[in-house]
């Protein structure tokens, strides 16, 4: 630093070597995305999965209306036990999850797969989406993880995420 700049690292391969799972962009009214998430969640049942919704109201229908299906937690800022539930839902294994941003980061749950449903919301910013689909894999045993984006609207900001997390794998790759 003797003239002034600074030396910027930018380290994007994660530790097993693996790159961050693509998320699948899937635009689509309401009941198709309902349907499509409960058939997602279906074929991903030998993982735990982390639904990421942007508003506590909407995790709490959300979890209301996938208990017709599915046994579920619900994870927001307002959750009163919230580390006794993120620590029920890990020895589970297989269990499924639906949280708002607050566990976007510093949670790490071994080989997850993700879906963000209204991944068009206006409460998400690229760096956000970036941090919910990098929940995805993150073990040696389930490096790659699967990722999904349920919108409403075509996003350009659910497509800048895809396209951010696509040139960090190109620039690991080369």
């Known amino acids: 630093m003797k003239d002034g700049t600074l030396l910027c690292l930018k380290l994007n391969q994660r530790p097993h070597g693996h ?21 997602w969640l279906h074929s991903h049942s030998d993982h735990p999965r982390m639904v990421f919704v942007p508003t506590i109201r909407m995790a709490a229908q959300l979890s209301r209306f996938l208990h017709l299906f599915f046994s579920c937690y619900t994870c927001t ?47 998400f910013d690229e760096a956000g989406l970036v941090q919910m689909a990098g929940r995805a894999g993150r073990t ?22 895809r396209n951010s997390i696509e040139e960090a794998n190109h620039s690991c790759a080369v």
């Open 140 to 161: 040696f045993d389930h490096p790659d993880g699967d990722v999904l984006f349920l919108l409403k609207h075509r996003s350009r900001l659910a497509e800048a995420c």
């Open 19 to 39: 790159p961050l799972p693509v998320p699948e962009l899937i635009c689509a009214p309401l009941m198709i995305r309902l349907i499509l998430l409960i058939r």
């Open 77 to 123: 800022s307002k959750t009163p036990d919230r580390d006794q539930v993120i620590d029920a839902f890990r020895k589970e294994k297989a269990g499924i999850i639906v949280a708002t941003t607050v566990l976007e980061r510093g949670v790490t749950i071994p080989g997850a797969d993700i879906c963000v449903v209204q991944a068009d919301s206006g409460v």
